[in-house]
């Protein structure tokens, strides 16, 4: 079956027309499937999606149960005194702001935030600087590479037993330093105590991400910048630091959550119980241990909930394209004008071709 379609404004009657191709319908995502395709990719997620929920939810879900419960001493049925779980609701949540509970969470929660904005602060510092160090030709740049892995592949207890033994009354640091601090006791010595060895440890992690998003710099970038003038310094201001800025907020976050969780570096190198480095996981550690569950719950939901608002705050604030979703849109948006591109070529072709025909 032929159809025919109005010659166009100029054309000879008689003329032959040929109808135009309907123009493809647009599809998305959902039309593109197969039947079979999403029973299939929610059986390849089920085994991922069941580890989920039993190693995060579930916990979850308990510590947020147990946090409104509190242990209190009672009378069973036989005139024993017994210790019962009672429901106490909020209570355990509005006595972190009041009393001595309340000083203590406050104490912990300005030590967790002062090691995180200093250790992060001072390990992009100088994980750059080591990036920038080992990014460059010279002769034993795979020993430094080697070299800086070390801090990061030692575990972390025995880092803070290292660092015990250099920090004692009469170790190494005194003895260099000529001096008799007494660094792991109370007070700001033990803090900077924390802080050197925190930096120590993790700043080569900063500077292997940083170091990985320079190798995928083009060269051709810094020899245009070379010949059009640019110093050393212009060129780490205007070509290094904005390419490399993705992965530097990426390594960032993820040093920044870690540090909001600090635990066992102040736990090995100082001790519990010690005022000035007591952080929100010592303390509690330190409730649970003295078998209070529901405060201690209360206090790691706390923390959930710090580290949940510092991460989403870090992501909508700086742009820190952690999922990846960034790039997918950006490659999205390319393919959608790739496609409306040569939609637009299409029908120009047979607007030409329409056109051809007609003056013949």
Known sequence: MTTTTAPPAGAQPGTPQTASPASPRKRGHRGTRTPGEGRMAALLLSPTILVLALVIVYPLLSAVHQSLFRAESGLDADGFVSEVDAFVGLANYTDLFVGETGRRFLNALGNTTFFTVTTVVLETVLGLCLALAMNRAFRGRSFLRASV????????????????????????????????????????????????????????????????????????????????????????????????????????????????????????????????????????????????????????????????????????????????????????????????????????????????????
């Open 149 to 360: 892995l070390v801090p990061w592949a030692v575990p972390t207890a025995v880092s803070g037993l290292l660092w015990r033994w250099i920090f004692q009354s009469d170790g190494i640091a005194n003895t260099l330093l000529g001096s008799e601090i007494l660094w792991t006791a109370e007070g700001n010595a033990s803090r900077a105590a924390i802080i050197i060895a925190e930096v120590w440890k993790t700043a080569p992690f900063i500077g292997l991400l940083v170091l990985a998003g320079m190798q995928v710099i083009p060269g051709e970038v810094y020899e245009a910048a070379k010949i059009d003038g640019a110093g050393w310094w212009r060129q780490l201001g205007s070509i290094t630091l904005p390419l490399v800025k993705p992965t530097l907020l990426v390594a960032v976050l993820f040093r920044m959550l870690d540090a909001l969780r600090m635990f066992d570096l102040p736990f090995v190198l100082i001790g519990p119980g010690k005022e000035s480095v007591e952080t929100l996981s010592m303390l509690a550690w330190d409730e649970s241990n003295q078998l209070r569950y529901g405060t201690a719950s209360a206090f790691a939901i706390m923390l959930f909930l710090y580290v949940a608002v510092v991460a989403i705050v870090f992501v909508k604030v700086l742009g820190a394209d952690v999922t990846g979703a960034k790039e997918l849109k950006l490659i999205s948006k390319r393919n959608r004008t790739k496609a409306t591109r040569t939609q637009a070529n299409t029908d120009q072709a047979i607007a030409e071709q329409k056109k051809a025909e007609a003056t013949r």
